[in-house]
């Protein structure tokens, strides 16, 4: 069975006099039922362009109402660049130079697209992503 | 103001390659910031605000604690949906929708851990 462990830690030391923040939390990332792990995954890298406008970064071409993760990660050295992540028409934030981001996506429906878009004018920004999926529907071939 | 989040993923058991990466960040925030803070969520979104309206956008955690196994939704204040956490698990992004600000529901009680930063 797969088994794919998540760990975050957020941490300061300056945020609250006298009082360091330190919050860890970890978990098995597992399909709907919290019985069977998310066995397809896809991973990868590239270059996103603004002029290319908004990009799906994913379809969502599985079974709706299950359980898929998502984690970006904005690898620009310019400050100045950030992606803006949402989910079809729904904004979720953006994601600036360095940062990253680890959510859960339910597919819902089919146009529940994961989308991404570089900003601002001109900006290239490299970018990473893993996508943990619990289905997913290969495209139909156009081969006659 | 620095926030350091760090995300660290493994897998040895799902492909003949190990899945193991470590990324961390290191954040600038700003006032207004909610330290951890947990919530019932309520079964209607508008009853559980977790991060109030702002044009300021903000990095967000939040965490099922699991002591309710029903689903929550995560939402922005205008009930459209972004994610659901079960039992256990968690989220780490920054959140800014317009001046929209993020609630959660449940069909039952289930108690959240949130905490956010200003951007």
């Known amino acids: 069975m797969a088994t ?3 760990t975050v830690s957020i941490s300061s030391s300056d945020l609250q006099p006298g009082n360091t923040l330190s919050i860890n939390a970890s978990s098995t990332i597992m399909q709907t039922g919290l019985t069977t792990g998310l066995e397809l995954m896809d991973m990868g890298i590239g270059h ?3 002029d290319s406008a908004r990009d799906a ?11 898929n993760w998502v984690y970006i990660c904005n690898n620009a050295t310019d400050d100045t660049f950030f992606i803006k992540v949402g989910i079809h028409e729904t904004v979720i934030g953006n994601l600036g130079a360095g940062d990253w981001m680890w959510m859960p996506w339910n597919m819902g429906h089919a146009d529940n697209e994961i989308n991404i878009e570089a900003e601002p004018t001109g900006a290239t920004i ?12 290969l495209p139909a071939s156009d081969a006659a | 103001m620095a926030l350091i989040p ?3 993923l493994k897998d040895s058991t799902t492909f003949s390659d190990e899945i193991n990466f470590s990324v961390t960040d290191s954040l600038t925030v700003a006032a207004p910031a909610q330290s951890l803070s947990t919530i019932a ?3 209607a979104g508008a009853n559980s605000i977790i ?3 702002s044009a300021s956008g903000c990095y967000l955690f939040v965490r099922h604690t699991g002591n309710l196994s029903n689903v929550v939704l995560v939402e922005n204040t205008d009930d459209s949906q972004f ?4 039992t256990g698990e968690f989220m780490f992004l920054p959140h800014l929708s317009g001046s929209l600000g993020v609630q959660v529901q449940s069909a039952a009680a289930v108690v959240i851990e949130y905490a956010y930063w200003t951007i």
């Open chain 1, 4 to 6: 794919t462990t998540a």
């Open chain 1, 48 to 50: 996103l362009r603004q």
């Open chain 1, 57 to 67: 970064l994913a379809e969502a071409t599985g079974t709706i109402d299950t359980t």
């Open chain 1, 126 to 137: 490299p970018y990473e992503y893993a996508i943990f999926k619990s289905t997913d529907t």
């Open chain 2, 6 to 8: 760090t995300l660290i």
């Open chain 2, 41 to 43: 969520c309520a079964t």
């Open chain 2, 51 to 53: 991060v109030p309206a």
């Open chain 2, 83 to 86: 994610a659901n956490l079960k």
